[in-house]
Structures are given as structure tokens and as C-alpha cells.
């Protein structure tokens, strides 16, 4: 009986002693996971306008683009504006993304939309990869390592803005 009490005073003091001296925790040393969409903003050739082709695009530096993603009720649960680098190519990291339910998976509840165009002979949106829509992401099982970083990284795009207006082509 003795050291039955003797077991739980004990215990207590342990468990007093942690409450009030918390060790780290495993939580501080896990990696911080993060959510990234990648791609590429170009100006599509008038030889291609009204299709897909990308032949001849070139890319725009400091266009913009959005990242919109939606929850399993539809709901916009996160929305944020990215600009292109010099050579037309965005990395967003969706910082403050959450996933609250299995369908708010990036897969499956974002999508990417070119927003504008500093451009002015090149300002119009196109359709390439469903920009007007919303360009879906894409995993190509890229990721970004770094001690207590990852980033998983998503691919859309690409997207394309057109000129408000081409020449006429001619077929002889």
C-alpha cells in the first residue's frame, strides 16, 4: 500500500514538474510544410491567337496573377495576388493556406487566373490552360528542402495574355 502512494506521489510531482518546466516538443522541431504554386505568364504571338500555342510567346515580367482557392462549401478560403519576375515566372507560396476538409486538397480547390498585364500592346486575357476560368495546379512531385523548410510545389499554367489586335493572316 506503502508504495502504491509512494508511486503516485511520484507521478505527480513528474507530471507537476513538466507542467510548469515544459520540455521542447517534438511540434518545434518538425519542418515547416509549405504550399507553393510555380509557372510562367507569357504574351502569346498574334501567328497563334484564338489557340493554345504557345509558339512564339514571350514571357512578361512583373504581370500579375491570383491564386484563388475554394473550400469543399464553395466558400473562398484564400485569395492573394502575385507578381512575375523578370523572366515571367511566379513562385506564390500560399502562406496561411489551410485545409480544413479532405477536398480543400491545392489539387483539387485552387485554381490560378492572370490578373494584369503591364503590356500595353499585350493587356488582353486569353484562355490558354482555362486563365479566364482558372488554370487548375498541377503535381509533378517537385518539392523545395531546406533545414526546417519544405515546400511542396504545384505547377500551373502556363498562362498567356493576347494583343487587342493582330494583322490579318493571309493564306496563299
Known amino acids: 500500500m506503502a508504495g502504491r502512494q509512494l508511486i503516485t506521489l511520484i507521478s505527480s510531482l513528474l507530471?507537476?514538474?513538466?507542467?510548469?518546466?515544459?520540455?521542447?516538443?517534438?511540434?518545434?522541431?518538425?519542418k515547416k510544410i509549405d504550399v507553393v504554386v510555380e509557372g510562367m505568364v507569357y504574351c502569346q504571338s498574334c501567328d497563334h491567337s484564338g489557340t493554345w500555342s504557345m509558339t512564339g510567346a514571350k514571357p512578361i515580367p512583373s504581370a500579375k496573377i491570383s491564386v484563388i482557392c475554394k473550400n469543399h462549401?464553395?466558400?473562398?478560403?484564400?485569395?492573394k495576388a502575385f507578381q512575375t519576375n523578370a523572366e515571367g515566372y511566379f513562385y506564390a507560396r500560399l502562406e496561411g493556406f489551410k485545409m480544413s476538409h479532405m477536398l480543400d486538397h491545392p489539387l483539387q480547390s485552387c485554381h490560378v487566373k492572370p490578373v494584369s498585364s503591364p503590356?500595353?500592346?499585350?493587356?488582353?486575357?486569353?484562355?490558354?490552360?482555362?486563365?479566364?476560368?482558372?488554370?487548375?495546379?498541377?503535381?509533378e512531385d517537385k518539392r523545395v528542402m531546406g533545414s526546417n523548410?519544405?515546400?511542396?510545389?504545384f505547377s500551373a499554367g502556363?498562362?498567356?495574355f493576347r494583343p487587342a489586335h493582330c494583322a490579318p493572316t493571309t493564306h496563299h
Open 15 to 30: 507530471l507537476t514538474t513538466l507542467a510548469f518546466f515544459p520540455s521542447t516538443t517534438a511540434t518545434e522541431y518538425q
Open 73 to 79: 462549401k464553395n466558400q473562398v478560403s484564400f485569395y
Open 119 to 139: 503590356l500595353e500592346n499585350c493587356r488582353f486575357l486569353s484562355n490558354i490552360n482555362y486563365g479566364l476560368y482558372g488554370a487548375p495546379l498541377r503535381y
Open 149 to 153: 523548410y519544405e515546400a511542396v510545389v
Open 158 to 160: 502556363p498562362l498567356s
